[in-house]
């Protein structure tokens, strides 16, 4: 069984920097590409960036390119999130989830087991 923790959401001001940690567990965490998530209050849940197995192919949504890298650590089985310039659109409850597969496809692709979340508040 799959487990995803996530760690390092918080309070944060506008402008200011957080990174996400999620920790794996449970399958061999190189053999899949990985994801992060959010979703805002009131709103859907929305995807954040995705990275695949290696590490070598990263994606991401437009409301966070430039501001945001996906990254991740085999050794560790944990993937992270370092996001800058945060602003108040980027509250939300993060999620990290796993890919059913070593890559990600932008045209589709489903993460199968998702962690609980964090909270990333941003303040203005």
């Known amino acids: 069984q799959v487990q995803l923790v996530e760690s390092g959401g918080g309070l944060v001001q506008a402008g200011g920097s957080l990174r996400l940690s999620c920790a794996a567990s449970?399958?061999?965490?190189?053999?899949?590409?990985m994801g992060w998530f959010r979703q805002a209050p009131g709103k859907e849940r929305e995807f954040v960036a995705a990275?695949?197995?290696?590490?070598?192919?990263?994606y991401y949504a437009d409301s966070v390119k430039g501001r945001f890298t996906i990254s991740r650590d085999n050794a560790k089985n944990t993937v992270y999130l370092q996001m800058s310039s945060l602003n108040t659109e980027d509250t939300a409850v993060y999620y990290c989830?796993?890919?059913?597969?070593?890559?990600?496809?932008?045209?589709?692709?489903?993460?199968?087991?998702w962690g609980q979340g964090t909270q990333v508040t941003v303040s203005s």
């Open positions: 990275i695949n197995w290696s590490g070598r192919s990263t």
């Open positions: 449970g399958r061999t965490f190189s053999n899949y590409a």
């Open positions: 989830a796993q890919g059913s597969g070593s890559y990600y496809y932008p045209a589709g692709s489903p993460f199968t087991s």
